[in-house]
DNA sequence: TTATCATGCTACTAATTGTGTAGCGTCAAG
DNA sequence: CTTGACGCTACACAATTAGTAGCATGATAA
C-alpha cells in the first residue's frame, strides 16, 4: 500500500495526473474561472466582472495556462470550456451540491 | 438562462457556498491534502512527506483553516477526514478519473 | 476624419502568501 | 541523560497576487 512512495520524486514530467490537476486547479480564481464559464461563453472583460474585477494580470496567466491545457480555448464569443473542460464541469456542478450541504452544516453547527 | 446575473454581488458574507468552497480549496496544497489523507489517517509529519516536504508553516495553516471548516479533524491517530470531508474526498476520486484522461489526450495531442 | 467606446491585454508597484531551514517544548525509549 | 520522533513556531527570503493605469485595436457614430 505504501509502494506509492518511491514514484513521489517531485520531480515535474512524470507526476501522477491528479496531483498535476490538483497544482492546476489549486491556484487562486481556476476553480472559479471554470465554474463561471460552465455554461456559457465570456468574454476578457466580462469574466473578470464575474471574479470580482480579479486582477487581469492574474486572470491573463490562468487563462493562457488552462488554455496551453486543452480545458479553454478561445474564439471571438470569448473563452470557454474545450470538451476536456465540460467534463470537468460537470465535477465542479457535484460539486456544488456538495458545498451546499458543507455550508448547512456549518451553518447549523455556529448557531446552535 | 443568465437570470443569475443579478445574485452576483461579490458581497462577502452570504457568498454563495460554492464560491467559498473554490476559495477554501484554490489554495495551494489545500486539495493535495485531502487527496493524501482520502482513505487514511496521517500525523503532521507524514502528511508532509506526502507532500513532498511542504512548508510546515503553510501545512499548519490549512490544517488549522480546513479543522476550522469541519473537514478535518485530528486526534492522537493524527489528521483524518470527517464525514463531510470524506464525501469530498469522493468527489476527488471522481476527478482522478478525470485527471487520467487528461493527462491521457494532452499527452496523445503532443505526441501527433 | 475625428471622437467615442469597448475589447484583450501588458506594465508596474505594493501587499500578501509561500518557501526553506532552524529549532523549541514534550514525550517515550534506550 | 542522550536520542529520536512528534506537533508546531520563527524568521528571512522568494514568489505570487492585488490594484491600478493605460495601450493598441477595431467598431460605431458624428
Same mark, same amino acid.
Given at each position: 500500500?505504501a509502494?506509492e512512495t518511491?514514484k @513521489?520524486?517531485?520531480g515535474?514530467a512524470h507526476?501522477?495526473?491528479i496531483?498535476r490537476?490538483? @497544482? ?16 456559457e461563453?465570456?468574454?476578457?472583460r466580462a469574466?473578470r ?16 495556462e488552462?488554455?496551453?491545457n486543452a ?5 471571438e ?5 474545450? @470538451?476536456?473542460?465540460?467534463e470537468?464541469?460537470r ?12 455550508a @448547512?452544516?456549518?451553518?447549523t453547527d455556529?448557531?446552535?
Open positions: 500500500m509502494s518511491a @513521489e520524486s517531485h515535474s507526476r501522477r495526473p496531483v490537476a490538483f @497544482e492546476l486547479l489549486g491556484q487562486r480564481w481556476t476553480l472559479r474561472i471554470l465554474w463561471e464559464l460552465r455554461d461563453r465570456l468574454t476578457f469574466l466582472a464575474r471574479c470580482g474585477e480579479v486582477s487581469p494580470t492574474v486572470l491573463n496567466r490562468r487563462l493562457k488552462l488554455r496551453a480545458i479553454l480555448d478561445h474564439d464569443a470569448g473563452y470557454g470550456l474545450t @470538451e476536456c473542460g465540460q470537468l464541469g465535477h465542479l456542478l457535484a460539486l456544488n451540491d456538495w458545498a451546499r450541504r458543507w @448547512e452544516q456549518l451553518g455556529r448557531e446552535a
